[in-house]
């Protein structure tokens, strides 16, 4: 069994380069099935969530390969809209291929997604769009059915800005008849991504990155090349492990931009943090001070995928911080292994108070969820002594090799396998 095993206690400090960022990649991937050709995607970071979705595409005939950190796919031979069963079960976010092969074959049949560890996650707004857009559905033994004589453009207003359902109709309104409007659409970096590479590709998207989006259907896609963004989140890890150890660092291939809410944090906390167009430079020492009220919101509020990593760091703020978890329900479920670090953490509902303790101590823990397998190495890594970390697979999800970037930065973490 792999496990990962930090000795903590150390600073962190020098250099490190961020990756592409996985919900930026993820999307595209899907968009690359509207191309009728090939496209070429740079700075796609080797992760599994990518392999999975190199897995679907090749099931439904596409061809993918790797040069270097680019990624070549060829859908001039996709001969199915049956997305497999087992790929959708690892990857929850397969479900935004739905739109993609709306697009293009017009049906998909793929199993329903469930629920995962961090919450519910319906896809309740995604099917509503899709029959307001012309697209019936089946749904018969936990597979969903949907087919089109033509996919119509509509105006569609989303109870909730999800960025997923924002994708999803995006991607089904690329190539339908007439204009398509998304009213509360999610601002998320990643949305306005995915409709760059589209508009590259000849799409007609507008509003991205604000809350309507009007997408004017095409009649075709042409091949093209494209480099995606950094993580922010990824970013944003390692900016909040350098936090919690102390030390200085530098964060190469992304700039503030994205990251104003979590970078506002930390300088509340009491970090030195310089940024330029591509670089962040993070300085921490001491005890840092606690945050009041943070509350998790849609962009650019406060990030949900940043909140368990923040929480490991307020768990030795010279005070009590409060957190308040809107987006996914079922996040606090990592809390548990956080506190055997020795944190002292409340949860009721949405709300968990930090009580910051002087000194975490190393331990067994284990992850169940992406980032909050995360927060659990930034714990190890600010504790005394030794923490070994299993499940390590669920961070490499979205982390290429968080061993390899940390130990960059002085850690003393390995891999175990
Ligand atoms: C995406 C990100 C994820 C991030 C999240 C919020 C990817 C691959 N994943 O997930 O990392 O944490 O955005 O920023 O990009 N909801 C419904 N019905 C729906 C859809 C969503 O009720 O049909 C609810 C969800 O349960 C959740 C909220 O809306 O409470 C936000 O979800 P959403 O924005 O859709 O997240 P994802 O796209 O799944």
């Keep these: 069994m792999a496990f990962i095993e930090i000795n903590g206690g150390k600073q962190l400090n020098g250099e490190v380069n961020i990756q592409g960022s996985k919900n930026a990649v993820l999307p595209i991937l899907a968009a690359t099935v509207l191309v009728n050709g090939i496209t070429k995607l740079n700075n796609c970071p080797k992760i599994l969530d990518v392999f999975h979705m190199i897995k679907i595409l090749e099931a439904i005939g596409c061809t993918v390969y790797w040069v270097n950190s680019s990624l070549i796919i060829d859908t001039t031979k996709l001969n199915t809209s049956t997305v497999p069963g087992e790929y959708v079960k690892m990857m929850r976010s397969s479900v935004i291929l739905m739109g ?12 329903y997604p469930g629920g995962c560890t961090i919450g519910a996650r319906p896809i309740d707004f995604h099917l509503s769009a899709f029959q307001h857009m012309n697209i019936s559905l089946e749904e018969e033994d936990g597979l969903i059915k949907c087919t089109t004589a033509g996919i119509t ?5 989303l109870k909730f800005p999800s960025v997923g359902a924002t994708e999803n109709i995006i991607l089904a309104a690329v190539l339908a008849d007439g204009k398509t409007s998304i009213t509360n659409a999610a601002k998320e970096p990643e949305i306005t991504e995915l409709c760059k590479f589209l508009n590259a590709a000849g799409a007609r998207i507008t509003g991205a990155g604000t809350d309507r989006v009007e997408i004017m259907g095409v009649d075709y896609l042409h091949p093209i090349e494209y480099t995606a963004c950094s993580d922010r989140i ?32 930390l300088r509340e906390m009491g970090c030195s943090i310089v940024c330029g167009e591509d670089y962040i430079i993070i300085a921490s020492s001491g005890r840092l001070k606690p945050i009041p009220f943070i509350r998790t919101m849609p962009y650019p509020g406060f990030p949900t995928d940043m909140q368990s990593q923040i929480m490991s760091v307020l768990m030795t703020a010279a005070g009590t911080s409060k957190i308040v978890e809107e987006i996914f329900e079922g996040r606090y479920q990592n809390v548990k292994e956080q506190i055997k670090f020795g944190a002292d953490i409340r949860i009721e509902g949405r709300e968990a108070v930090i009580h910051g303790v002087p000194l975490l101590t190393g331990c067994e823990v284990f992850a169940s969820e992406l980032r909050g397998g995360a927060a659990l190495i930034i714990a190890g890594l600010m ?6 970390l299993y499940n ?26």
Excluded: M, W
């Design 392 to 417: 390590p697979y669920f961070i490499h999800r979205g982390y290429e090799d968080i061993c390899r970037d940390l130990k960059q930065l002085g850690a003393d973490i390995r891999l175990v396998t």
């Design 383 to 388: 504790a005394e002594g030794k923490t070994t």
């Design 234 to 265: 990824v970013a944003g890890t390692y900016l909040a492990a350098v936090a919690g150890t102390g030390g200085e660092a530098v964060l190469t291939g992304i700039g503030e931009g994205h990251l104003k809410a979590v970078v506002k944090v």
């Design 153 to 157: 453009g509509n105006d569609i207003s």
């Design 100 to 111: 993609a092969l709306l697009g293009r074959t017009h049906s998909v049949t793929i199993t």
